[in-house]
């Protein structure tokens, strides 16, 4: 077995030992330095809570209501055009929203699309190129109590549309159909 094997191994529970014995050796009560991590941690949950359950509740509704397939349907000829798979459409909605609900579209287009498809590792690309800007909003800002996110907002979206963009550029460079 080699270096890299065994320091992956055992890492973790290295890190799981020297941490605690470290801040042992600094004078720090790490047991309770513990318990109160776990408060807070606790404590943004349910801060954060309201936010994260609005997004997949109005996620759910979109796609369940047949909103979604009319984007799809009403986007397609555009699309084409473009030479963008509208496969990809439900990525482009949920990605901004929910990393998990993102996972999952991603998931249902590498079932049916297959992972080396062109629309396989288009939509692994724009995955791994974006980020979800909704999400980090609602969590970042609304544990902190920070209410007016247009710029914010604003930007995080234009920076999702380059990944976009940038994602379906590469795919098309790397991966020509």
């Not at 963008?84 to 993102?102: D, K, N, Q, Y």
């Not at 629309?119 to 724009?126: K, Q």
Request: aromatic share 10%; no cysteine.
């Amino acid at each position: 077995m080699g270096l890299v094997e065994n320091l992956s191994r055992w890492i973790i529970p290295l890190l799981v030992l020297v941490i605690p014995a470290y801040g042992y050796l600094k004078g720090v009560k790490v047991y309770e330095a513990f318990i109160e991590g776990a408060e807070e941690g606790l404590r943004m949950v349910v801060r954060i809570a309201p936010y994260m359950l609005a997004i997949l509740v109005a996620l759910g509704l979109f796609k369940v209501s047949g909103a979604m397939d009319l984007l799809v349907a009403g986007l397609r000829p555009v699309l084409s055009l473009m030479g963008i798979p509208p496969e990809v459409v439900p990525l482009l909605v949920t990605r901004p929203l929910s990393g998990g609900a993102a996972l999952g579209v991603l998931a249902e287009i590498l079932r049916l699309q297959g992972p080396d498809s062109f629309v396989g590792r288009l939509a692994s690309i724009m995955q791994g190129s974006t980020d979800t800007t909704f999400y980090v909003l609602a969590v970042y800002f609304g544990s902190v109590g920070i209410r007016k996110t247009r710029y914010a907002l604003t930007l995080g979206l234009m920076a999702d549309l380059a990944g976009f963009l940038a994602a379906i550029w590469a795919a098309s460079l790397f991966f020509p159909r």
